[in-house]
């Protein structure tokens, strides 16, 4: 099953590792490419506020020019009072982050926007008899970086678990899709444990104005969260309240 969030194959409920949230509180992803965003170099940045976060980066230019991609969750409450008007959206959303604010003021949209949610978070126990790989097994916080490089190497778990299995004679479906569930979490669920503790932080007031101050005055903290969801790719945390 490699069908993304859509999840071909159903699926009993209550199998994801985390609930699923209330109404209201659920949360929901919106991403659109911007131009006119200046002084962002090489380096990806981090915006938290009230209701959730959000991450800039530039992205290959296309025939018009420079482009930034904008990505960011915020919950249902949220998307409902913007009543579908995107500036509102961001008004109520990254906007309220000084620093955000201040990157993104002769910014203009590029294009539409992408939406995707309710979003739920963490490994699925599956469907008997079926290897589910990246996003239909595991989704993880769009925050890391990582959901291209954790859908490979589910995808190399899974080849492995079939590889094995032919040389060891034991071709039975339910089986091996048992026995790559189990080395998924022994090698991947540690990352889906460390990308829930950061976001419950960051999404809490009073976490918020622990964690991110913290993290962009100490370097060393910043790579060591970093590498708890990712061994590669290193973001700049940006401080976004007083």
Known sequence: ?????????????????????ARG???F????????????GDAGELYFFREGYGGLLEVEPDRLGSRSNLCFLTNESTLKAAKGDRERLLELTLLTNPSARSRLQDAVFADGWLGAGPIVYGQRSGVPGVIAIGDAGAFIDPFTGSGILLALSSAELAASSVSDAFEADEMRPDLIARRYRQRHRDSIGWRFRSSQMIRRLALSPLGRKLLVPLVTRHEGLTRLLAQSTRARRIATLVPGEE
Not at 1 to 21: K, M, V, Y
Request: with cysteine; hydrophobic share 25%.
């Open 1 to 21: 099953d490699a069908s993304g969030r859509g999840q071909l194959f159903e699926r009993r409920p209550g199998q994801s590792i985390e609930r699923p949230q």
């Open 25 to 27: 509180t659920r949360l």
């Open 29 to 40: 992803g919106c991403k659109v490419h911007l131009r006119g965003v200046k002084g962002l």
